[in-house]
Nanobody, 116 residues
Framework: QVQFVESGGGSVQPGGSLRLSCVAS????????MGWYRQTPGKEREWVAR????????EYVESVKGRFTISRDNANNRVYLQMNSPKIEDTAVYYC?????????WGQGTKVTVSS
């Protein structure tokens, strides 16, 4: 079964930092591009960042460029999102999944709350 387990969320102040982690299982991780997505109530799930299977190509949504960094560790089926200088509008539940090609399952996500 495809599974994603996100962790590392919590409360953070603007200008602080947070590192999200995701461990994936149930598929050949190294053969998939991976990404981070986020969702707030009343909004569609939004793509945030992606990294190709070998880590040589990375893209971000414009709003997080220069502040977030996606990375992956294929030996351990993990993908990370380093969040630097988060803003109030970054508050959301963050999920990982394949990107751009998503797998059918979503994990529980990890909640990030940016506030003073």
């Amino acid at each position: 079964q495809v599974q994603f387990v996100e962790s590392g969320g919590g409360s953070v102040q603007p200008g602080g930092s947070l590192r999200l982690s995701c461990v994936a299982s149930g598929f050949i991780f190294r053969n998939y591009g991976m990404g981070w997505y986020r969702q707030t109530p009343g909004k569609e799930r939004e793509w945030v960042a992606r990294i190709n299977s070998f880590g040589g190509f990375i893209e971000y949504v414009e709003s997080v460029k220069g502040r977030f960094t996606i990375s992956r560790d294929n030996a351990n089926n993990r993908v990370y999102l380093q969040m630097n200088s988060p803003k109030i509008e970054d508050t959301a539940v963050y999920y990982c999944n394949g990107a751009p090609r998503r797998l059918s399952s979503w994990g529980q996500g990890t909640k990030v709350t940016v506030s003073s």
